[in-house]
């Protein structure tokens, strides 16, 4: 039951500083989906949406950090992922989530397909402030 | 934590952990791309039964460790993706591409085996 999820466990921040963080990363997204109820699918959705926005933390802006929280509105319960970073920012946030996955020649941030499966996704990046992208999903 | 490789006989045989890092995977095409020389291998199996994500990095990973082992006259098959990883990379956009894919280890074998005795004849 969502409402069962300890109010201390309902959030993790983890640090991004090198590729090995990122597997700690999708560990914590995993853990709180299923503390949630999402079932082992969608649980490995939310898994790999934050690999995959973990990953361009580190290829991009190489540190930052990937906040995980469980979020609830309306009744619905759902599990927030927060990716930011001061790193160099997106310059076209628009092309990248244009082109992010095609196996060659695209950008390759991955965020075409991230947006697709999470229900919300937005992204804040500037040259200035680096990026910021929220992600989250509803249990279904 | 680095992927056992297994020999037998004209086979290798990796078997991916859970937690596999970038730094892991790009290690195992290092090794694979030497080992197929060194033992003169005719087909690899990497397994990944036990990952719980597959996502972009290690997907075009495992796209290239098939490259570099078919440069070396080599076949490789993955086997083991679960039914949920197969889910978020059909959800995702995922691809491997033209990489061959098995359900698992004795299907994997046995996908080499239908290729070699396939390019013996061919020979």
């Not at chain 1, 079932?39 to 933390?57: F, G, H, K, M, Y």
């Not at chain 1, 695209?106 to 947006?115: K, W």
């Not at chain 2, 719980?52 to 083991?80: C, E, K, N, P, W």
Request: hydrophobic share 45%; with cysteine; charged share 20%.
């Amino acid at each position: 039951m969502p409402n069962a999820v300890p109010e201390e466990t309902r959030e993790a921040c983890v640090s991004i500083e090198s590729v090995n963080d990122i597997v700690a990363a999708r560990r914590q997204g995993r853990i709180l989906a299923e503390r949630l109820g999402f079932s082992p699918s969608e649980a490995t959705l939310v898994a790999t949406a934050i690999s995959e926005l973990a990953r361009n933390i580190v290829a991009y802006a190489q540190r930052g950090e990937v906040v995980i929280r469980a979020t609830s509105q309306a009744g619905r319960h759902g599990v927030m992922i927060i990716a930011r970073d001061q790193g160099p920012g997106i310059s076209d946030v628009k092309l990248a989530l244009q082109q992010g996955y095609s196996t060659s020649g695209g950008l390759g941030l991955g965020l075409p397909g991230v947006r697709r499966i999470m229900d919300v996704f937005m992204v804040d990046s500037g040259p200035d402030r680096g990026t910021s992208i929220t992600a989250t999903k509803w249990k279904i | 934590m680095a992927v056992p490789i297994l020999k037998q006989s004209k086979y290798l045989i990796a078997t991916i952990q859970s937690a596999l890092s970038d730094t892991d995977l790009v290690l195992l095409r290092d090794a694979l791309a030497e080992q197929v020389g060194k033992f003169r291998s005719r087909g690899v199996i990497i397994d990944v039964t036990a990952l719980d994500v597959l996502d972009s990095f290690a997907s075009r990973t495992l796209r290239d460790i098939a490259y570099v082992v078919g440069l070396r006259g080599a076949q490789m098959v993955i086997v083991g993706i679960q039914p949920e990883v197969a889910f978020a990379m059909v959800q995702l956009g995922i691809t491997l591409n033209s990489v061959a894919t098995a359900l698992d280890l004795e299907e994997g074998l046995a996908y080499l085996d239908g290729r070699l005795r396939h390019a013996q004849r061919g020979a």
